[in-house]
């Protein structure tokens, strides 16, 4: 099985806001293209969120700034040229949802609103890579240290049968705490001494089954996580809709998520596959207009998940 890094853990675990930059140049919509032309070379960028009585009203980039030249129309203001209503992200999304929105829409930049949708910073694709980078190097040592096995924590225990359970509900469309049972369990298990590979493979398939339940559901449902001295056992339940075709909703790329899910930069279909990437073992039941339950097994032996 190919392991799972921690750049791939970190794109579900950081925050935009950790990897944003803050110092962000802006323009009015009253400023000319010519003016525009002068501030995007001063500053090296290749684009600048448009601003007027500090509200956020637009995005101009340096695609505009080509258009404008060649059409000879230096001297419109920055208003007439900009994108209107751009899309969005907040300082407290995951970044994996930032790297959903760049493949989704093409764009090399987002405006970063915060929770009072006020203009907090600009995300780049080298942004995040940089952000990722520094996160890296600040964590490589303690990772290494910290290289061990959860089921050290039943070598005292006496007992033919021991585990821990770890309960989390979920709540249907509940966005401003999706992520938060992933997190948890991924928190408790870095405590029990877990390996850093484990964790990063149960953490991804926590946090895809959670997502799953808070988009799909009208109910919401319940994350759990078993740990035996052998293996981690990751359960997501939930009430409906239940999935038609799960043979097809396994296909990469195939999914039935309405646009309001696609908007928010989720339902690309890769949701299933990435759980499945992640489990040594995999059971999943959904019978239509019912129920969903997934079973998701992490061997702590890595000889005994090898495939």
């Given at each position: 099985?190919?392991?799972?890094?921690?750049?791939?853990?970190?794109?579900?675990?950081?925050?935009?806001?950790?990897?944003?930059?803050?110092k962000v140049v802006t323009v009015a919509p009253q400023t000319s293209m010519a003016e525009l032309r002068k501030i995007l070379r001063e500053h090296r960028i290749s684009?600048?969120?448009?601003?007027?009585?500090?509200?956020?009203?637009?995005?101009?980039?340096?695609?505009?700034?080509?258009?404008?030249?060649?059409?000879?129309?230096?001297?419109?203001?920055?208003?007439?040229?900009?994108?209107?209503?751009?899309?969005?992200?907040?300082?407290?999304?995951?970044?994996?949802?930032?790297?959903?929105?760049?493949?989704?829409?093409?764009?090399?930049?987002?405006?970063?609103?915060?929770?009072?949708?006020?203009?907090?910073?600009i995300l780049t694709r080298g942004d995040i890579i940089q952000g990722l980078l520094r996160k890296l190097e600040v964590e490589y040592h303690e990772e290494e240290i910290?290289?061990?096995?959860?089921?050290?924590?039943?070598?005292?225990?006496?007992?033919?049968?021991?585990?821990?359970?770890?309960?989390?509900?979920?709540?249907?469309?509940?966005?401003?705490?999706?992520?938060?049972?992933?997190?948890?369990?991924?928190?408790?298990?870095?405590?029990?001494?877990?390996?850093?590979?484990?964790?990063?493979?149960?953490?991804?398939?926590?946090?895809?089954?959670?997502?799953?339940?808070?988009?799909?559901?009208?109910?919401?449902?319940?994350?759990?996580?078993?740990?035996?001295?052998?293996?981690?056992?990751?359960?997501?339940?939930?009430?409906?809709?239940?999935?038609?075709?799960?043979?097809?909703?396994?296909?990469?790329?195939?999914?039935?998520?309405?646009?309001?899910?696609?908007?928010?930069?989720?339902?690309?279909?890769?949701?299933?596959?990435?759980?499945?990437?992640?489990?040594?073992?995999?059971?999943?039941?959904?019978p239509q207009g019912k129920w969903t339950s997934l079973e998701v097994v992490v061997y702590l032996d890595r000889k005994k998940g090898e495939k």
């Open positions: 099985m190919p392991e799972i890094t921690r750049l791939q853990e970190l794109v579900y675990e950081l925050k935009i806001g950790e990897v944003m930059t803050r684009g600048a969120p448009v601003v007027e009585n500090g509200e956020l009203v637009g995005i101009i980039s340096i695609e505009d700034l080509i258009k404008a030249l060649a059409e000879g129309e230096m001297g419109v203001p920055v208003g007439e040229k900009m994108t209107r209503d751009p899309v969005t992200l907040r300082t407290d999304e995951p970044v994996v949802l930032a790297v959903n929105r760049f493949a989704r829409y093409g764009f090399g930049r987002f405006p970063v609103v915060d929770e009072k949708g006020r203009l907090a910073g910290h290289r061990y096995r959860a089921s050290h924590i039943f070598e005292d225990i006496v007992s033919d049968r021991t585990s821990i359970v770890l309960h989390y509900d979920v709540v249907a469309r509940d966005l401003d705490h999706a992520g938060e049972a992933a997190s948890k369990i991924k928190r408790t298990l870095s405590r029990l001494g877990a390996s850093p590979q484990i964790v990063r493979r149960a953490a991804i398939a926590a946090y895809e089954a959670e997502m799953n339940i808070i988009l799909h559901t009208d109910e919401g449902g319940e994350i759990s996580a078993e740990v035996r001295p052998e293996q981690i056992i990751i359960r997501a339940v939930d009430t409906g809709p239940g999935i038609p075709d799960v043979e097809q909703a396994m296909r990469p790329g195939f999914s039935t998520a309405p646009e309001w899910i696609r908007e928010l930069g989720f339902g690309a279909g890769m949701g299933l596959n990435n759980i499945q990437r992640c489990a040594d073992e995999m059971r999943l039941e959904s």
